[in-house]
């Protein structure tokens, strides 16, 4: 941290987040840092893959998904049905 010193004085700051192309949920408020799992998995749990999706949940069939990424999220999110994201996968 760093006085400010002149008299009417401003600082600003540039809060900026950088992705690839394709990443639409990695930003300044991505899913995957929600953090708090035992607030974030109940509602995890009971959204509609559309409901996931705006939060920024990446979509069934989004390059994303594979059998390593599908293993992950059934990890950290047990009790959320990923059937539609498998099928697509598996499609």
């Known amino acids: 941290m760093s006085d ?13 987040g950088y992705r690839a192309a394709g990443a639409d949920w990695v930003g300044s ?5 929600k953090g708090f799992y035992e607030q974030w998995n109940p509602l995890m749990n009971q959204c509609s ?22 293993k992950g999220c059934a990890e950290r999110y047990p009790d959320l049905d990923l059937t539609p ?3 697509a996968v598996n499609a």
Do not use: I, K
């Not at 400010?4 to 900026?16: A, E, I, V």
């Not at 408020?29 to 840092?33: D, L, T």
């Not at 893959?49 to 594979?66: I, M, S, T």
């Open 29 to 33: 408020n991505p899913w995957p840092r």
């Open 85 to 87: 994201w498998r099928l």
């Open 4 to 16: 400010m010193t002149l008299p009417g004085g401003s600082r600003f700051l540039f809060n900026l």
């Open 49 to 70: 893959v559309r409901q996931l999706e705006a939060l920024g949940f990446p979509p069934p069939g989004h390059d994303y998904w594979d059998e390593a990424t599908l």
